[in-house]
């Protein structure tokens, strides 16, 4: 199956969530959360989010709050596993194992990072391909890689189907992307590496990938279509710099006095661009979305259905 077969067969008109220049994903997460849970309710499923938090890192305890609710919300099974920072690597695993052969659970989610102690990948490994929620598995890595369809990690999928559903649209938002220049600032397996992956195999772009060791990045900025920002560290991307008319995404959250923002200082940047992703409201929505969608994908899969969601 080709590699976007695994994003949601949606098309919304953009006007319910482009606001003027803004991709507005929490607005287009509303929309799919609607059309899962709908979908959910043509059958008789009742899909099974697991998540696993480790220690009390503040912003994973938000995160997770996050999706618990986004999963009620749907009519899911929701079940959050709260362990002590200290927790052993083999405790950990043995709840995934439980996790795996819980009929009831369909997607199982370790919320990162972990404690420098665990050995992370052993740990991601450890849920099966079937059960992954994240696209993290070496499976599901692998499928992406080679451009067919699999469990996606959801905030790069989340920014591919805001992409796809542009150019999938007609009138003014409408955005030829095929051939264009997209450049990925940030190599994490999370974003940047998955991003490149969707961008090339699903939108049949012109990827660079780009990153803490990049010469004179600045020179990749000025000439990108499509600009990721997946840094995770502010002041990285010189705003002047940015093609005009580019549509910039930018996947960073920050809290700076109390105030969420992203990578780049989007305010600068608004009246050059053609889009944007706004942060808070952008990317963020859509990642808890794309995992409530994984997570019904697999529960349909797990009931011998392949359905796509029309
Ligand atoms: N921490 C930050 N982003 C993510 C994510 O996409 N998945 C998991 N499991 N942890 C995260």
Known sequence: MPL??????TAFDPGLWVDGKKLMGKKLAEL??????EETAKTSLKPGLAVILVGAD?????????????????????????????VTQEALVSEIHRFNLDNSIHGILVQLPLPEHLNESQILQAITAEKD??????????????????TLPCTPAGVALMLRE?????????????????????????????????????????????????????????????????????????????KAGAIVIDVGMHRIDGKVTGDLNLAAIESRVSLYTPVPGGVGPMTIAMLLYNTY???????GNTRQIA
């Open 133 to 150: 929620a994240d696209g993290f598995h070496y499976l599901n890595q692998g499928k992406l890689a080679a451009g067919i369809a699999a």
């Open 297 to 303: 994908q697999n529960a349909m899969r797990a009931a």
């Open 4 to 9: 976007f077969d695994a994003l949601p067969r």
């Open 166 to 242: 542009l150019v999938a649209s007609n009138g003014v938002h409408h955005a030829d992307l095929i051939g264009r220049h997209a450049v990925v600032v940030g190599r994490s397996n999370i974003v940047g590496k998955p991003m490149a992956q969707l961008l090339l195999s699903g939108l049949n772009m012109t990827v660079t990938m780009c990153h803490s060791k990049t010469h004179n990045l600045q020179r990749f900025v000025a000439d990108a279509d499509v600009l990721i920002s997946a840094t995770g560290v502010r002041g990285v991307i010189d705003e002047s710099q940015i």
């Open 58 to 86: 503040a912003a994973s305890q938000i995160y997770v709050a996050g999706k618990e609710k986004a999963a009620l919300e749907l009519g899911f099974d929701s079940r959050i596993v709260r362990l002590p920072a200290d």
């Open 32 to 37: 799919l959360r609607h059309h899962i849970k």
